[in-house]
């Protein structure tokens, strides 16, 4: 499974991302072996995230979300249902 993802870093700002390894990838954001972006961020929260069979679907999707304004970005996690991503994941 291939996923895009938003994380909220500690400062309140959104980064968009990709990954094959969800919980992994979290992870090594918070170890501070994530993005450069998230790394004076720390830590950060899974926010929103979407599951993809190819990497090439996860990619084009990042892509299109990093093109959205804030505020539709927010709208975008808001209107996903507001599943609970910590009780997915444990506390990651």
């Not at 980064?15 to 992994?24: D, M």
């Not at 599951?51 to 970005?73: N, V």
Request: charged share 30%.
């Amino acid at each position: 499974m291939n996923y895009t993802y938003i994380v909220e870093c500690a400062d309140g700002t959104l980064y968009c991302g990709w990954t094959n390894n969800l919980e992994k990838r979290i992870a090594e954001h918070n170890a501070g072996k994530g993005a450069k972006y998230t790394k004076p961020r720390l830590p950060v929260k899974l926010v929103y995230y979407e599951t993809f069979s190819t990497k090439e679907e996860a990619m084009s999707r990042e892509w299109h979300i990093k093109q959205l304004s804030r505020a539709e970005k927010i709208k975008l996690i808001e209107e996903s249902g507001e599943r609970d991503v910590s009780t997915t994941f444990g506390d990651i």
